[in-house]
T-cell receptor
Framework: QKEVEQDPGPLSVPEGAIVSLNCTYSNSAFQYFMWYRQYSRKGPELLMYTYSSGNKEDGRFTAQVDKSSKYISLFIRDSQPSDSATYLC???????????FGSGTQLTVLP | DADVTQTPRNRITKTGKRIMLECSQTKGHDRMYWYRQDPGLGLRLIYYSFDVKDINKGEISDGYSVSRQAQAKFSLSLESAIPNQTALYFCATSDPGLAGGVSYNEQFFGPGTRLTVL
């Protein structure tokens, strides 16, 4: 079992929809949680990060971590075609030197 | 100019050949990483280096080796390429920066090298 599991999709939604992307993790010691966005033929880029539990909002994006259920979520409001990409969740221990990535969810927002 | 560059961007080679993928960065970061990405498996860490004298194996280092020639350069070698090493390879850098007192260690990725081993 991978330490970070992510539904690969693909997920297709109409423009303007609310998108929910989710990951689960098995290591209860993970403290840092990140979402990376990867456009086709590009490297991943950091979209959002959170430390420990709670919510973090940045414009149309909200990252949520529920440590009790080991659940990581990314919500996209008013989705746009430019949001079409693969979204990867990632986690790491406080003292760890490396990230553990989920397998990524491919999202398409249809105009 | 891109902060993290990878060469070549695409490479087709044959089984048994030695291949080197190169990564350069202008971000001034000490930490560098090599990942491979396969469909359904996500990003998996091959090797990482926190400074020129520090080299560490990642999750899937068998069949690979690395060289950290300078702070800005980190190369990945496949000593004898095999078909199941066909993948997209990414280099990344990071700096243990602080934001609000939290060290989130954001990683910055290069554009990737698509390697095909026949």
């Amino acid at each position: 079992q991978k330490e970070v599991e992510q539904d690969p999709g693909p997920l297709s939604v109409p423009e303007g929809a609310i998108v929910s992307l989710n990951c689960t993790y098995s290591n209860s010691a993970f403290q840092y949680f990140m979402w990376y966005r990867q456009y086709s033929r590009k490297g991943p880029e950091l979209l959002m990060y959170t430390y420990s539990s709670g919510n973090k909002e940045d414009g149309r994006f909200t990252a949520q971590v529920d440590k009790s259920s080991k659940y990581i979520s990314l919500f996209i409001r008013d989705s746009q075609p430019s949001d079409s990409a693969t979204y990867l969740c990632a986690s790491r221990l406080g003292s760890a030197r490396q990230l553990t990535f989920g397998s990524g969810t491919q999202l398409t927002v249809l105009p | 100019d891109a902060d993290v560059t990878q060469t070549p961007r695409n490479r087709i080679t044959k089984t048994g050949k030695r291949i080197m993928l190169e990564c350069s960065q202008t971000k001034g970061h000490d930490r560098m990483y090599w990942y491979r990405q396969d469909p359904g498996l996500g990003l998996r860490l091959i090797y990482y280096s926190f400074d020129v004298k520090d080299i560490n194996k990642g999750e899937i280092s068998d069949g690979y080796s690395v060289s950290r020639q300078a702070q800005a350069k980190f190369s990945l070698s496949l000593e004898s390429a095999i078909p199941n090493q066909t993948a997209l390879y990414f280099c990344a850098t990071s700096d243990p920066g602080l934001a609000g007192g939290v060290s989130y260690n954001e990683q910055f990725f290069g554009p990737g090298t698509r390697l095909t081993v026949l």
